[in-house]
């Protein structure tokens, strides 16, 4: 089982869509986790970090959840700008996931 | 621009040579870091220095690679006798050495590697 797991999607979904992304991780010691946004043939670029009693970020709402170890984003009344691939981090392995692609279409 | 930068953005070169990659972390962050990324892969970790110290290495990391950081500051990523296998993005990131979700990691825009 990989070490940190993403859904690669595409997700696909109209503006103004609330759409969520999950990421699993195996070490149940993890205590840092971030998510990161990339597009296509750029650098990852912080999007937010993950606390333990969720954090939000004007549409953007990062959760985690220790018992079942994911993490969770998610973007509501989502823009043509959110178009991207959304990397979830686990920093105190210094492991990525794989990340999940979204689409989001007029 | 205060950012990380790194240099050459683009390299294209034949198998057996060497090449070699240079990272200039942002100034007052004392941990450096690279990372490889293929294809419809997340960044896969290769080396960090606190400072100097180079303090981790990936299993990755086989011995054609190898990473500096002479002087605390920029770092350089050699790879020897490259195979096609090599060809990846080779991402650079720093931060300030902190606790938890405070280090936050800032990448440079990376390497592109082509080995023929």
């Known amino acids: 089982r990989k070490e940190v797991e993403q859904d690669p999607g595409p997700f696909n979904v109209p503006e103004g869509a609330t759409v969520a992304f999950n990421c699993t991780y195996s070490?149940?010691?993890?205590?840092?986790f971030f998510w990161y946004r990339q597009d296509c043939r750029k650098e990852p670029k912080l999007l937010m970090s993950v606390y333990s009693s969720g954090n939000e970020d004007g549409r953007f709402t990062a959760q985690l959840n220790r018992a079942s170890q994911y993490i969770s984003l998610l973007i509501r009344d989502s823009k043509l700008s959110d178009s991207a691939t959304y990397l979830c981090?686990?920093?105190?392995?210094?492991?990525f996931g794989a990340g999940t692609r979204l689409t989001v279409k007029p | 621009d205060t950012g990380v930068s790194q240099n050459p953005r683009h390299k294209i070169t034949k198998r057996g040579q060497n090449v070699t990659f240079r990272c200039d972390p942002i100034s007052e962050h004392n941990r450096l870091y690279w990372y490889r990324q293929t294809l419809g892969q997340g960044p896969e970790f290769l080396t960090y220095?606190?400072?100097?110290?180079?303090?981790?290495k990936s299993r990755l990391l086989s011995d054609r690679f190898s990473a500096e950081r002479p002087k605390g500051s920029f770092s350089t990523l050699e790879i020897q006798r490259t195979e096609q296998g090599d060809s990846a993005m080779y991402l650079c990131?720093?931060?300030?050495?902190?606790?938890?979700?405070?280090?936050?990691?800032?990448f440079g825009p990376g390497t592109r590697l082509l080995v023929l």
């Open positions: 990131a720093s931060s300030r050495n902190g606790f938890g979700n405070q280090e936050t990691q800032y």
């Open positions: 981090v686990v920093r105190d392995d210094m492991r």
């Open positions: 070490n149940s010691a993890s205590q840092s």
């Open positions: 220095f606190q400072n100097e110290a180079q303090l981790e």
